[in-house]
């Protein structure tokens, strides 16, 4: 036997029912002890490599395979899938689909159970795992209770129960806030320590990764490159280019002072800003303010107001606590916050899902009460999460039309808005696809579309951009920000925060149902200290921006202050 | 929202052994089927209303209140049309049969009652050990948990889905019956996906996590025979059979009553 975890010789394989191959001759060896990151834009393969480490392919997700792949020393071809569970733990994206049972400890049992481990062991194993992921204080409640953190590390922690030498989580993250998120990565951390067990993590987040051993960028099925972390992290073009969000800090860097070592995390940014003896104009910092100041002067027209806004929930949770604030005509606001926090219950009242049960809240200075859901409806368009649960129609077209059609528009008018707005979304020549075929990134935004048709003067949006990949990300961010330009007020929920410092204009940061801070992004990325009670972090570069003291939001606008004379 | 019925109290009712509950969802179905005249089966009622007190579980037959009063309704004409007596009163109302639909409906109501206390007291994988105890296969008694565990999920992800096409402008109140079964189609096409991908996360980590890996496959929770399990089983046990007798002899029949 090898002292390889994982061997991987030439794998193809090719879902049932498509023409493309999913993996396209993947060859890879991960010695035991490893900690490795599968990273790549949408579709390139990561989850269908991740899923043949378990045996899922191709055992459960049938199709045409070729090559191998040894598990300690098993062939996932000729095991089982819970043969092979006995030594690969894996953990899924969607939190909620894979956890089953009404408490905390028979979830963490089930998967010793199924081995037939003795009861006391399993006693012992909860104990140990539930102490391990911090859960202790949680074991008797219903998993449906917790937060998505929680859930995420109650999930690890029923694998880690079975004692697997290999664990593979699949976008373990990519739904949870920025402090949740770090939660899991102490975790990885946690178990990278330990020799004998070897780590494989599909991952979106850059910044998390940092203590990984390695990464494999992947694409079309393919390894595109494979090295250690911090190699491969300094190609910012190439992550770029294959959909993966690169560093803001290595990316200013390699534009103002390239070396073959650039700096990756803030601490080495700080080290390396002085030692290049860059400096930031004062001038030219107060300047870029001044502008912060006039964009802002041009939105005065309040749109929506709140004052001392109360929400409970019929089983007696109180979610929003006295919340007051004002949005104007045409701003491009982020409302960020904990899992929880009220932030989802907030935007539900700006069109009408939800009534106060406490305060004001007015909408074109009428209060919501009087104007209801289908009126209000009209004015104010609301993107939901998952654009799975509201499609259903066979083509693309009548999808984005229903919102018109049941306003009772006519058909030329429809015809002309979906048009307008497929355009909008840039999805023309899609009219007669099934939506349900397209990607996620597509479905997104025909969800977007089927919004937009009724031509709202508010646009909400609730986390856009989760689970796309930085690319599409970025597409999604660009096309709302016309949507914004060309004069719809745009609200949108998040826990990306680089989406925040590089597309908000203003942010409101709510905390167990109260606003904890609000301002422009720059004032509230300045305020690390507060965020941080509300479990945010701004991203690496901002952080490194403000312990230069000023705080910028891009690499771009930091270049454009720099001291040139100073040189 | 919780979506479970699940309730996660300390009661009398939630400390009884789950095969103790099951038998006596078993039970009190014997001793509601066997009369057909209203005054018969109150006894059980009164036993079954009792046990929802004790369980403190009225909150969830609150929850399916609507669901209950359609049932009370159409059951209450449903079984005049399908049956018939001596004394007419009026329209299709006899005596016999308005008397032998009030068992009828009470049957269905507390059957629900009964099903509503086992679900609210009992864990799912208690359940599931309770069926095993009695003799069913394990994969059964999963299968059948199963079950039971997707609805809470479905019911919010319909909650959901409803709002988000509300979002939309789609307004389910209004419109004749015909217009307004054509407007679920766009919650029950996202919802039969969503359960569709839901169940598919559901099946990969089951097998992840190695299920059907070993045949002699252990249990965490243990289930435990006491005192007041013996007592209630033999209560029950001898509530039935007495039911059966009297029902053999006679009793509990509405004279002069056709059914159809």
Known sequence: MSDHAVNIKDLQFRYRGEKKLALDGITLDVPKGEFLVIMGASEAGKSTLAASLNGLIPHYM????????????????ESTIPQLAENVGIVFQDFEAQLFSTNVELEIAFGPENFGVAREEIKQRIDENLKYVGLEEFRNRPPFTLSGGQKQKLAIASVLAMQPKLLVMDEPTTDLDPISKQGIFEITNKLRQSDDIT???????????????????????????????????QEVETLEELGVMPLGIPMFFKKVNPSSQLPLTPDEGVEAFKKASLQISEVKFKDMLKEDE???????????????????????????????????KGEMIAIIGQNGSGKTTLVKHFNGLLMPTGGDLMVNGKPTSDQGIFKLGQRVGYVFQNPDHQIFSEFVFDEVAFSPRLRNIPEDEVKERVSEALEAVGLVGYEQEDPFSLTKSGRQRVAVASVLTIQPEVLILDEPTTGLDYKEQRSMMDMVKRLNERGSTTIFVTHHMWVVAEYAQKVIVVKDGKILLQGTTRDVFSNEKILEESFLRPPHFVQFANRLGKTFLTPNEMIRCLDMGGR | MTPELYLDYDTVIHRLDARTKILIFVFSFIALVVFEHPLWIIPISALTLLQTTLARA????????????????????????FASGETHLFLFFDLESLLYSLTRTMLILLMILCGVNLISTTRNEELVLGMIGLGLPYRVGFTISTALRLVPTIVSSIYTISQA?????????????????????????????????????????????????????????????RNLDYFILAFGACFSVVSIILDIKGFGDIKGLTRF
């Open chain 1, 62 to 77: 049938r199709g045409r395979i070729k090559g191998d792949v040894v598990v300690l020393g098993r062939n996932t071809m």
């Open chain 1, 199 to 233: 780590l494989i993590v599909v991952e979106h987040e850059t910044e998390e990764i940092l203590n990984a051993d390695r990464i494999v960028l992947i694409q079309d099925g393919k390894i595109i490159k494979f090295g250690p972390v911090r190699e491969i992290l």
């Open chain 2, 165 to 225: 096409q509300r979002s939309r402008g789609l307004d389910l109140e209004s419109g004749s019956i015909l217009q307004r079964m054509k407007k679920y189609v766009p919650l029950l096409i996202p919802v039969f996906i969503s359960t569709i991908r839901n169940t598919n996360t559901f099946g990969m980590a089951l097998e992840s996590k190695g299920f059907g890996a070993k045949k002699d496959r252990t249990f965490y929770l243990k289930l435990e025979m």
């Open chain 2, 58 to 81: 009225w909150v969830n037959v609150w929850r399916i209140r609507v669901m209950l009063t359609i049932l009370t309704i159409t059951s209450i004409l449903m079984w005049n049309v």
């Open chain 1, 294 to 328: 006039a964009v802002s002067r041009q939105f005065s027209t309040p749109i929506i107001q709140c004052k001392d806004l109360e929400h409970t929930y019929p089983n007696g949770v109180r979610a929003l606590r006295g919340i007051n604030l004002e949005i104007n």
